[in-house]
């Protein structure tokens, strides 16, 4: 299995822009996870995150993008980060039989800071990195 990056439906409601990705892994979602929920693995191929206490409503401040809480966290599963200036991060893992993985992405924010190629560039770095473990 290879991965592959689908884009959603992209819409804007008033100020607020939401980007929605699916993201075919070809890893299990326990090997997909720590590129999600660990500083070390947001690094790797997102953004470091000098600050990730991973929980509900723990702190989190991912460089380039803001410090604000963990919103929304279900172990393998779900890590949902609102940061102050770059608004909602939810990353959605589900199984995709015994040796892949989907990620289901949204990013939810106001103003133009980002762009669906930016978001494409940083999945194929993921689908690179955890195709390496």
Same mark, same amino acid.
């Given at each position: !299995?290879?991965?592959? +990056?689908?884009?959603?439906?992209?819409? +804007?409601?008033?100020?607020? #822009?939401?980007? #929605?990705?699916?993201?075919?892994?070809?890893?299990? !979602?326990?090997?997909?996870?720590?590129?999600? @929920?660990? $500083?070390?693995?947001?690094?790797?191929?997102?953004?470091? %995150?000098?600050?990730?206490?991973?929980?509900? *409503?723990?702190?989190?401040?991912?460089?380039?993008? *803001?410090?604000?809480?963990?919103? $929304?966290?279900?172990?393998?599963? +779900? %890590?949902?980060?609102?940061?102050?200036?770059?608004?909602?991060?939810? =990353? #959605?893992?589900?199984? @995709?039989?015994?040796?892949?993985?989907?990620?289901?992405?949204? #990013?939810?924010?106001?103003?133009?800071?980002?762009?669906?190629?930016?978001?494409? %560039?940083? =999945?194929?770095?993921? +689908?690179?990195?955890?195709?390496?473990?």
């Amino acid at each position: !299995m290879t991965g592959s +990056i689908e884009q959603g439906a992209s819409r +804007i409601q008033g100020s607020t #822009h939401l980007l #929605h990705f699916l993201v075919r892994l070809p890893r299990p !979602m326990e090997t997909v996870w720590p590129a999600l @929920a660990t $500083a070390e693995g947001l690094a790797a191929w997102f953004t470091p %995150a000098d600050v990730l206490e991973p929980r509900l *409503g723990g702190a989190v401040t991912l460089r380039d993008v *803001g410090s604000g809480r963990v919103t $929304a966290w279900d172990v393998e599963r +779900i %890590a949902e980060y609102t940061v102050e200036s770059g608004g909602r991060l939810r =990353f #959605h893992l589900e199984r @995709a039989g015994d040796e892949g993985s989907t990620l289901r992405f949204t #990013h939810e924010f106001r103003g133009e800071q980002e762009s669906e190629q930016r978001w494409r %560039a940083r =999945f194929e770095r993921l +689908i690179e990195n955890v195709s390496r473990r």
